[in-house]
Each structure stands twice: as structure tokens, then as C-alpha cells.
């Protein structure tokens, strides 16, 4: 498992230094850099699964292009659109691509992400087939009926299966749990940045993506 522990909470990234690219986060280029991993499965015993993570994309450039933070050889991803409205995309709005039975891709309108701008997100694969959004620690969309979605994942920053869409932006804290957080885990993470110490159960994985 892909696990990563720092204690020192200095070397997390506070509010205050969101601006700050060098020492609190991994910049992608958006055309050759990406994160791998052992394939993994990251649901719980219960179906559910959380992802957390800090992300700040550059300037929108208008193609009809996507940046994955998480991807598999196999079908599915989680992305935004980097494209622009002649195209029929949302620019910042996060995707969930190829996630259920029928493989379509889920718009989660109200979770756009700022350009140039740190974006906190948690996207919760809840029971009931329930998919939720926050970003800046507000619940900004509920997606239902969501009844098949993928979990397993070996690749953070581009589409593994063609090795395209790459993301083109910093990420900061990627943390994943094996159970669905929280609206109060959800404030932890983003107020006080440490994965590690949140109240109940720690992430299954955790990328600081710090010095």
C-alpha cells in the first residue's frame, strides 16, 4: 500500500500559504508527469470510499481536454475538464468518467474548480448509492443512483489506459479512505491539513506530495 506518514504539521500546507507552490505541493506539467502506484482497490468492506485532496489547476487552456487525478488501465476516472463552453464543457468542473454500468460520463455541476487557485475537494462514494461533492468544505453537489463506480486505481495525474490527459496544474494532501467521511472529517481536512490526524479511522493512503 502507497502509504506515506509525516508528523511535523509545519510541513503541511496552511491557508495562509496556499500561494505558495515550492515545498507544499507537486507541480504536473500537463504533459508527461504523473504518480504510479501498485494497483490498488481502495473500497471498504461496506462499498464506500472517500477521496480528499488539495489541487490547483492552471489557466484553462480551452481544448476539449481532461486532467485525471486518478486513473487505471482499466475503465474509469476521476478528472475536470480543462476545456471551453464552444466545446460543450464546463472549464474546472469535475467528471466522474466511465464510473457506472452504462459508461457515461457524470457532470458534478457545483464542483468547479477556481484556475490558479488551491481548491479543496472530497469526493464521498457513500451507501445508498450516493455520490457527494464538497469543495472548500461546503457540500456543493449530490449525485444519486450512482450504482457501479471504480476503485481501483495505480496512476494520479494522467489516463493510464491511453496515457493522455494529463493534469496540468499542483496537488497537495492526496488522501484516500477506505469508508465514507464525514461532513465533520471533512472540515478537519480542510482546516487543519493532516490526514494523518484526523478523528477516527486514518486514510488507507496518503500522499503529502511536500518536500
Request: aromatic share 16%; proline share 3%; with cysteine.
Amino acid at each position: 500500500m502507497a502509504t506515506n506518514y509525516i508528523a511535523p504539521t509545519w510541513r503541511m500546507p496552511e491557508n495562509t500559504n496556499k500561494d505558495k507552490l515550492s515545498n507544499y505541493s507537486l507541480a504536473l506539467d500537463g504533459e508527461s508527469e504523473y504518480v504510479t502506484f501498485p494497483l490498488t482497490n481502495f473500497k471498504g468492506d461496506d462499498g464506500t470510499v472517500s477521496y480528499s485532496f488539495w489541487a490547483k489547476p492552471n489557466t484553462y487552456g480551452g481544448s476539449t481536454n481532461y486532467g485525471y487525478f486518478l486513473s487505471a488501465s482499466t475503465r474509469g476516472g476521476i478528472s475536470y475538464s480543462e476545456g471551453g463552453l464552444s466545446t460543450g464543457l464546463v472549464p474546472g468542473e469535475i467528471y466522474l468518467y466511465d464510473m457506472t454500468n452504462t459508461g457515461v460520463v457524470v457532470t458534478t455541476t457545483g464542483c468547479i474548480l477556481d484556475e490558479n487557485t488551491w481548491n479543496h475537494i472530497v469526493i464521498v462514494f457513500n451507501t445508498g448509492n450516493i455520490v457527494q461533492f464538497y469543495k472548500n468544505n461546503s457540500l456543493v453537489n449530490t449525485l444519486t443512483g450512482i450504482t457501479s463506480y471504480v476503485s481501483t486505481w495505480n496512476t494520479i495525474g494522467r489516463w493510464t489506459a491511453n496515457n493522455a490527459h494529463y493534469l496540468n496544474g499542483a496537488l497537495s494532501l492526496f488522501s484516500i479512505f477506505d469508508y465514507a467521511v464525514s461532513q465533520e472529517q471533512v472540515s478537519y481536512l480542510y482546516n487543519l491539513n493532516n490526514p494523518m490526524a484526523i478523528t477516527g479511522k486514518k486514510p488507507v493512503a496518503y500522499w503529502s506530495f511536500g518536500d
